[in-house]
């Protein structure tokens, strides 16, 4: 029961934060880094998550699929954070991320250090471009004609039917 209360009142105060960083500044709406920010930083600190009962990837995803559901309410595309491939990309960039704080650690000379960080800057700088370039989810249908959409659901205009030929 008061893991339950804990995580609601965490989370409202997560989503809450995120929806008012994003009304104010509204440039990192079309900007997966303060997502990839807080999933990087949060997955350092599993400990503390586990702590209080949670599952710090899983709480994660559900604060982004939440202010992104947010974000959506006011713009008319937003990231497809419900893409297995989102996450994918998240958990490959927090594999990436904890080898660059191992060779930080490491009894290796500076030098050496920067080498090695060199591959592992360069594969996540990858990874959250592939992620940035991700195609979005659409809702500007949905605005145009009036109608609020949920978030979860794609809204773009069907292709034209292929062309019919007739032949005398």
Not at 47 to 76: C, Q, S, W
Request: aromatic share 10%; glycine share 4%.
């Amino acid at each position: 029961m008061r893991t339950d209360m804990a995580q609601g009142a965490r989370h409202k105060m997560r989503t809450d934060f995120f929806s008012a960083l994003l009304k104010a500044q509204p440039q990192f709406l079309n900007d997966c880094t303060v997502y990839v920010t807080m999933y990087l930083n949060d997955c350092q600190r599993t400990a503390f998550y586990e702590g209080i009962g949670l599952n710090t990837k899983e709480f994660d995803m559900h604060v982004i699929i939440e202010t992104n559901r947010t974000t959506a309410r006011i713009f008319p595309a937003v990231l497809d954070v419900e893409n297995p491939e989102f996450k994918r990309k998240l958990d490959r960039m927090v594999e990436i991320n904890q080898k660059l704080i191992a060779v930080g650690e490491s009894e290796d000379s500076p030098l050496v250090k920067n080498l090695k960080r060199v591959p592992l800057v360069s594969a996540l700088v990858s990874e959250l471009l592939a992620a940035y370039l991700m195609p979005p989810v659409e809702f500007w249908l949905g605005r145009l004609c009036g109608v609020r959409t949920p978030a979860c659901v794609l809204i773009t205009p069907t292709p034209p039917p292929p062309p019919f030929f007739f032949f005398l």
